[in-house]
T-cell receptor
Framework: DTGVSQDPRHKITKRGQNVTFRCDPI?????LYWYRQTLGQGPEFLTY????????KSRLLSDRFSAERPKGSFSTLEIQRTEQGDSAMYLC?????????????FGPGTRLLVL | SQQGEEDPQALSIQEGENATMNCSYK?????LQWYRQNSGRGLVHLIL?????REKHSGRLRVTLDTSKKSSSLLITASRAADTASYFC????????????FGTGTRLQVFP
């Protein structure tokens, strides 16, 4: 399978714990995006990388959230001191973008439940 | 925050009928994309239409774009039960940022 993959697919944690999600983009895609989707809503942009550089962060991304893409390949999204409001589907997407405005391909998502 | 809204929020039809979903957005765009999402799954890209295009086809899908009205429509012809899903439009702002801004989605139910 050469699509975007995410791990884990599901995560249940207790409030206050830290969680980390991983995204592996389509090989050679230079841009990687993180979105968050709550029930009944469309995805909301969190952040994106071009290669290893983090180019934009949403104000939704509080100080408890951090994302990395250390070698310009896979990315991790960490949430520290989780809160019940963090419960959502976290989606990763990638694109091969030279000038912007290209198709983003999404992974299956990681569903987080904070108890 | 959401860019705009899809209309209707929910749509139920019989197999073989056509389904039309509308999307309105608020700001200028570089392109507009339509995605499908089966329950609890990731998003599947359907079609991308650029701001200088007015209509685009892909199989049973037809997308139109009216930038003067800031609206788009997705038509699925001869629907099938397998088309049952949520459909989202997403806009990409002009160059300078590459994030997609999604609408609220239309939940389509196709009955056999």
């Amino acid at each position: 399978d050469t699509g975007v993959s995410q791990d884990p697919r599901h995560k249940i944690t207790k409030r206050g714990q830290n969680v980390t999600f991983r995204c592996d983009p389509i090989s050679e895609h230079n841009r990687l995006y993180w979105y968050r989707q709550t029930l009944g809503q469309g995805p909301e942009f969190l952040t994106y990388f071009q290669n290893e550089a983090q180019l934009e962060k949403s104000r939704l991304l509080s100080d408890r959230f951090s994302a990395e893409r250390p070698k310009g390949s896979f990315s991790t999204l960490e949430i520290q001191r989780t809160e019940q409001g963090d419960s959502a589907m976290y989606l990763c997407a990638s694109s091969l973008t030279r000038q912007g405005g290209e198709t983003q391909y999404f992974g299956p998502g990681t569903r987080l439940l904070v108890l | 925050s959401q860019q705009g809204e899809e209309d209707p929020q929910a749509l139920s039809i019989q197999e073989g009928e056509n389904a039309t979903m509308n999307c309105s957005y608020k700001t200028s765009i570089n392109n507009l994309q339509w995605y499908r999402q089966n329950s609890g799954r990731g998003l599947v890209h359907l079609i991308l239409i650029r701001s200088n295009e007015r209509e685009k086809h892909s199989g049973r899908l037809r997308v139109t774009l009216d930038t003067s009205k800031k609206s788009s429509s997705l038509l699925i012809t001869a629907s099938r039960a397998a088309d049952t899903a949520s459909y989202f439009c997403a806009t990409a702002p002009p160059p300078g940022t590459d994030k997609l801004i999604f609408g609220t989605g239309t939940r389509l139910q196709v009955f056999p």
